[in-house]
């Protein structure tokens, strides 16, 4: 069991900051996986940023050059810089891990975060 706690959510003008962070607990060992997805109202679920055990990480291509997904020193906890925020980065968003064959923003997951609200205004 791994146990996924987000936080960081706010409401920011576009163009602005923010930096979420998750904090994950329980059986976190080599080979996990860690990701952000988002869903924003009447849309489906999407993978915004992973990062694998190595330090590799994959994005959607609507955030590519905007955020960065990283790791902690003690590797237990995931962050997201998000930059240059646009309107329709607004969503939900939730910290995932699990361990797929391969890590990217289309693998699945099966331990989630309760979610944090991200609110961009224009």
């Known amino acids: 069991q791994v146990q996924l706690v987000e936080s960081g959510g706010g409401s920011v003008q576009a163009g602005g900051s923010l930096r979420l962070s998750c904090e994950a607990s329980?059986?976190?060992?080599?080979?996990?996986?860690m990701g952000w997805f988002r869903q924003a109202p009447g849309k489906e679920r999407e993978g915004v940023a992973t990062?694998?055990?190595?330090?590799?990480?994959d994005y959607a291509d609507s955030v590519k050059g905007r955020f960065t997904v990283s790791k902690g020193n003690a590797k237990n906890t995931l962050y997201l810089q998000m930059h240059s925020l646009k309107p329709e980065d607004t969503a939900i968003y939730y910290c995932?891990?699990?361990?797929?064959?391969?890590?990217?923003?289309?693998?699945?997951?099966?331990?989630w975060g309760q979610g944090t609200q991200v609110t961009v205004s224009s």
């Open positions: 990062i694998d055990s190595d330090g590799s990480a």
């Open positions: 329980g059986n976190i060992y080599s080979g996990i996986c």
């Open positions: 995932a891990a699990d361990f797929p064959g391969f890590c990217s923003v289309v693998s699945d997951f099966g331990y």
